[in-house]
């Protein structure tokens, strides 16, 4: 009964992508568990390269069957919209190939305007959302006043159900001088969008689970990244799913004796979208040569948003964490190819605060504004790998930064990526 589960150890965008494109050529269904449209993995099909937001970025592979669980929040304008761009390229999918869990809720115009505004009263508060209506939408669900997959299945209760949550949505866009919406307008969408949805809506977590018992390999794909966990995350700015290896479990209804492999997937480096304390954040030439300039799709610039990303060096607190919350039997570390070039490699190892030094973060990440970054230099490398494909392809303080990384992270790095194609991936050996 093989299940992997790919996650994500830093704020989201370590190229989770790139693993599970690997493993889901060995996988029979390919599963999300949590977030929505917030989430972006640029996927390539023949010669084109998309991103998807919503749908299992494993789908791609013809033999594959994707899974949206429970733990999700679906938008369907995007739903339908991806299904229409995969068409184009040539992937077509339909109820044959992928499910949507009947307790998967869904993010409606109320959502986003509500995300909107929430922000706006932030202030210099502002946790910077993607905007995406998710936080309200995981609100609903947690207040057992949500919208469920499951209800798109009786239209005309269904119709009640988004009147009402429009009518209330509203009272709360007053109370934010929001703009109201048309809640008639809307359902007449959402009528048209539930017809659309009804084929695609089942017990999916059932279907997994009998996958699983035959034998069939299952691939949880996350999105987001753990410090972005509604629980084990920065709080407050986080997002308001379970990004993490738990996540997975109560995101797709399953229990956890079927896990086989839990990778976490890491950066060389370390990057942020939107607000929060960011311990190894850097600035001047450093900053530039992490981020890009934004020339190519894989620089630092937001999938979703387009938003230049935060970047430092790579923290060591936080993926020894990460290695922990999760449960992580191996990381991936991807684009070791960037840190090319740089005469030497900070790597954080311990933090300070007060005097005292700490290993461990003494009450979780919540807080990381008191922690300065004790940091150890390695030497850089000048080196162009985007050619290697094998570990003697790597220069020595290449391989010297890997090992050095897992031995702070306290996890082996089974392989490490250096650049953006599906070959560009390098084995580490154990
Ligand atoms: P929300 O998920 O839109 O509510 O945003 C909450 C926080 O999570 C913000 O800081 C976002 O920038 C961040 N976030 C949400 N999804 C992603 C993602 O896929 N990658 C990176 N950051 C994300």
Request: net charge neutral.
């Amino acid at each position: 009964m093989p299940l992997d589960i790919v996650v994500g150890t830093q704020w989201g965008d370590e190229g989770k992508g790139r693993i599970v494109d690997l493993l889901a050529r060995q996988a029979d269904i390919v599963a999300r568990f949590n977030g929505g449209d917030n989430a972006g993995h640029t996927v390539t099909v023949a010669a084109q390269t998309f991103k998807l937001h919503l749908i299992p970025s494993g789908v791609v592979h013809a033999h594959t069957r994707g899974v949206m669980g429970s733990g999700m929040v679906v938008n369907p304008a995007t739903f339908f919209a991806e299904l229409e761009a995969l068409r184009a390229a040539g992937v077509d999918i339909g109820p044959g190939r992928l499910q949507i869990s009947f307790a998967a809720h869904l993010i409606t115009p109320a959502h986003r305007a509500l995300d909107r505004a929430q922000e706006q009263a932030r202030g210099s508060g502002q946790i910077g959302t993607t905007g995406r209506g998710i936080g309200p939408a995981y609100t609903d669900r947690a207040a057992r006043r949500g919208l469920r997959l499951q209800d798109v299945l009786d239209r005309a209760a269904f119709r009640e159900k988004m009147l009402a949550h429009i009518a209330a949505a509203n009272l709360q866009l007053a109370a934010l001088r929001a703009e109201p919406l048309d809640a008639r307008a809307v359902a007449a969408e959402y009528d048209d969008f539930a017809a659309r949805l009804a084929p695609y809506v089942s017990d999916t977590g059932l279907q997994v689970w009998q996958a699983l018992k035959q034998g069939q390999a299952v691939l949880a794909e996350g999105a987001q990244g753990t410090l972005l966990d509604l629980d084990a995350g920065t709080y407050p700015y986080v997002t308001s799913s379970y990004p993490t290896a738990a996540g997975a479990l109560l995101g797709l209804g399953l229990g956890a004796a079927p896990i086989r492999r839990v990778i976490g997937v890491t950066k060389a480096f370390q990057t942020r979208v939107g607000a929060g304390p960011f311990p190894t954040e850097v600035s001047g030439p450093a900053e530039l040569h992490l981020r890009g300039t934004g020339a190519n799709p894989w620089d630092e610039f937001g999938t979703t948003t387009g938003r230049p990303r935060r970047v430092g060096w790579l923290d060591g607190v936080l993926l020894r964490y990460a290695v922990r919350v999760n449960g992580l039997t191996e990381i991936m570390m991807t684009k070791l190819d960037v840190l090319g070039g740089l005469d030497a490699i900070r790597v954080c190892t311990a933090y300070r605060a007060d005097g005292k030094e700490y290993e461990q973060l003494p009450l979780g990440p919540a807080d990381l504004s008191p922690f300065e970054p004790i940091y150890e230099e390695l030497p850089g490398w000048s080196a162009d790998l985007q050619g290697a494909r094998r570990w003697d392809d790597l220069p020595a303080e290449a391989q010297a930064y890997i090992r050095r990384v897992a031995g702070i992270a306290g996890a082996p790095i089974g392989q490490v990526s250096v650049g953006p194609e599906r070959d560009q991936v390098v084995d580490v050996p154990g």
